[in-house]
């Protein structure tokens, strides 16, 4: 009888331990948590607390998992927002952009214009870098200014300081008016 319990006893211990050995042999793994997120040509609007801050179309929006940064490729019809109204039109090849920190750097052809102003102004260029903190815009390639009166102004280089109004340019080639 000892004998027959015994054996009863080591069956259900081999049993037990041949169930933990395999528990979770047949589980799927789970998703990668590094999985970019894809987005195809689609329209995506900012908000404020009252109104519109930013809309634009796109070609492709390339995210990581935690949407802290953000690739957007073929940005058309772009809008910038100034209390609800627009304010600034922009174009552009390729965006990256930085949502935590709100610094974005735009690489390939890139046209930005005013809206709100008569005459429109524009400029275009091929490399621009904004960062949010030091309220810098860094235009490092040729920029060509248009001012709606008269000739293009072409510089090297350009950065303009938000919070100051500082502007500095590099390079200039063309008429500059001083008034």
């Known amino acids: 009888m000892k004998r027959v319990v015994f054996l009863a006893v080591l069956a259900a211990l081999g049993y037990l331990g041949y169930g933990i050995v395999n528990a979770g042999r047949d589980e799927r793994p789970p998703p990668r948590s590094n999985t970019d997120i894809r987005l195809n040509r689609g329209?995506?609007?900012?908000?404020?607390?009252?109104?519109?801050?930013?809309?634009?179309?796109?070609?492709?929006?390339?995210?990581?998992?935690?949407?802290?940064?953000?690739?957007?490729?073929?940005?058309?019809?772009?809008t910038i927002y100034k209390a609800g109204k627009p304010y600034i039109r922009v174009r552009a090849a390729r965006l990256m952009v930085n949502t935590v920190s709100r610094d974005f750097s735009s690489s390939g052809p890139l046209h930005v214009e005013t809206v709100a102003t008569v005459p429109?102004?524009?400029?275009?260029?091929?490399?621009?870098?904004?960062?949010?903190?030091?309220?810098?815009?860094?235009?490092?390639?040729?920029?060509?200014?248009?001012?709606?009166?008269?000739?293009?102004?072409?510089?090297?280089?350009?950065?303009?300081?938000?919070?100051?109004?500082d502007i500095e340019v590099h390079d200039i080639a063309g008429p500059v008016p001083v008034k």
């Open 120 to 165: 429109a102004r524009s400029f275009d260029t091929t490399s621009a870098v904004w960062n949010d903190a030091s309220q810098k815009l860094t235009l490092a390639h040729r920029v060509v200014i248009r001012t709606g009166s008269g000739e293009p102004l072409t510089v090297g280089s350009l950065t303009l300081n938000v919070k100051t109004g």
């Open 43 to 78: 329209h995506a609007t900012g908000q404020r607390v009252k109104f519109r801050s930013w809309s634009a179309d796109y070609e492709r929006i390339i995210s990581n998992a935690d949407q802290t940064v953000l690739d957007i490729r073929n940005v058309r019809n772009g």
